[in-house]
């Protein structure tokens, strides 16, 4: 059974930084593409970034572009999300998804992984 | 950006009635390789989303038959046969043709 666990989360003032980690168990993690979905407190869901299944490819939604960084350990079987410049408006549970392949399109996100809260605030 | 948009956004239902969810793309999700990118999932309270749906019309494993999607192009209907308590949540659309993938605002589907 594949098995996402997220950490990292926390209260971070704005402008600072958070780096969020999803270790994933129970299939060949290299093999396929992952995903980063925040919800908002009360609110839908919003695809965030996604890696290649080799970390040779990122892709990124514009309201994170330039401040968030999408990366992953294949030896570890970790996936990571590097947030800088953090802002009130990117308050909100992250969870990492996994790909049904290897591309980052044309695929269904299973499983999601629990969630983790970032909360931005001062 | 593709949009995507739901209705009804909310949605009562009596135990062992059926229920009808529609979302719509602002641009098609059927790609040249034949098949059409558009995914349901329910989110249930306290959980993370849970995918329902794949390209249309394939319930995922372990998804009951009383799901069903349908629909072509810009158009999608997610059925629920006979809606039972565990159904409740919220039921999301998602496109994944195009980046960035995006989803539909939710419907939230409740028992009366």
């Known amino acids: 059974e594949v098995q996402l666990l997220e950490s990292g989360g926390g209260l971070v003032q704005p402008g600072g930084s958070l780096r969020l980690s999803c270790a994933a168990s129970?299939?060949?993690?290299?093999?396929?593409?992952m995903s980063w979905v925040r919800q908002a407190p009360g609110k839908g869901l919003e695809w965030v970034s996604a890696i290649s299944g080799s970390g040779g490819s990122t892709y990124y939604a514009d309201s994170v572009k330039g401040r968030f960084t999408i990366s992953r350990d294949n030896f570890k079987n970790t996936l990571y999300l590097q947030m800088n410049s953090l802002r009130a408006e990117d308050t909100a549970v992250y969870y990492c998804a996994k790909y049904s392949g290897t591309t980052v399109t044309t695929r269904w996100f299973d499983p999601w992984g629990q969630g983790t809260l970032v909360t931005v605030s001062s | 950006d593709i949009v995507m948009t739901q209705t009804p956004l909310s949605l009562s239902v009596t135990p062992g009635q059926p229920a009808s969810i529609s979302c719509k793309s602002s641009q098609s999700l059927l790609h040249s390789d034949g098949k059409t990118y558009l995914y349901w999932y329910l989110q249930k309270p306290g959980q993370s989303p849970q995918l329902l749906i794949y390209?249309?019309?394939s319930r995922f494993s372990g998804v009951p038959d009383r799901f069903s999607g349908s629909g072509s192009g810009t158009d999608f209907t997610l059925k629920i046969s006979r809606v039972e308590a565990e159904d409740v949540g919220v039921y999301y659309c998602?496109?994944?043709?195009?980046?960035?993938?995006?989803f539909g605002p939710g419907t939230k589907v409740d028992i009366k």
């Open positions: 129970g299939l060949t993690f290299s093999s396929y593409a």
């Open positions: 390209e249309v019309s």
């Open positions: 998602m496109q994944g043709i195009h980046l960035p993938i995006t």
